[in-house]
């Protein structure tokens, strides 16, 4: 899963891209999806050099449409919760901004972009259609209005990162799709056998998606394993 950063101007300060790759080790699970190699786009710091750490915006996008309802539900609440304690873990030292998405015909962020320490993910509440139109939009709006925000401390941001999360299938707009590719990287995951790849690989930044199964331990395993190579970079890049 070797994501394709693209180099942008930000609004938080003049910055630098540089590249920084890091490595993933294998689960011990076999049955669970391994994570790639991630190659990560880092800015340097402002240069009044207020701060000397980083931070990584890390948006969830949940499908929450009627195909989700009972235990795909409750698996992904679990599997969201494994991602938030490896983001939240005290080593990170406030590193992760969390944010969280649902979506089924319509959008809504249930929550804005906070510290994961502090961040509480609501449960998914299922029903409705699936369009994934509506998710990048409000995915798009949302880290956009993230980041451009004053950044008064100084802080140096990466690339945001976005987990894009589907059971089923939706029309696409490619319009959408490069829109958010130019502010954010894009993990596309298909939950269980019915996700369509084919429209969940032109949302990834890469054009892969990875899928989980049902069984509910792949599920928490791989968010988990995101979450400790996120980490693990963000160690890297201070």
């Not at 790639?36 to 449409?65: E, H, Y």
């Not at 993910?121 to 004053?150: H, I, K, W, Y």
């Not at 899928?211 to 988990?224: D, K, P, Q, S, Y």
């Amino acid at each position: 899963m070797t994501l394709q950063s693209t180099t942008q101007t930000q609004p938080l300060g003049e910055f630098t891209d540089q590249q920084a790759t890091i490595p993933q080790p294998p689960l011990k699970n076999d049955s669970t999806p391994a994570v790639p190699p991630m190659n990560f786009t880092t800015r340097k710091k402002t240069r009044t050099g207020i701060a000397n750490d980083c931070k990584q915006l890390v948006a969830v996008v949940n499908d929450v449409s009627t195909s989700m309802t009972g235990e795909k539900a409750r698996e992904s609440d679990q599997a969201n919760q494994a991602l938030h304690n490896e983001l939240a873990a005290p080593e990170n030292k406030n590193g992760f901004i969390l944010a969280n998405i649902h979506f089924n015909h319509t959008a809504k962020t249930v929550v804005a972009p906070e510290l994961a320490t502090t961040a509480i993910l609501p449960p998914l509440t299922t029903g409705g259609g699936t369009s994934f139109d509506t998710a990048l939009t409000q995915t798009l709006n949302m880290v956009t209005e993230f980041m451009s925000r004053e950044n008064p401390e100084g802080w140096d941001y990466l690339r945001p990162i976005v987990l894009f999360l589907s059971d089923g299938y939706s029309p696409v707009s490619q319009k959408n799709i490069d829109a958010l590719h130019e502010v954010a990287d894009v993990i596309a995951i298909a939950y269980g056998a019915d996700a369509d790849e084919s429209t969940l690989s032109c949302i990834a930044s890469d054009g892969k998606v990875h899928r989980v199964g049902t069984n509910g331990h792949e599920f928490r395993a791989f968010l988990a394993q995101v979450g400790k190579t996120l980490s693990q970079k963000l160690a890297t890049a201070r």
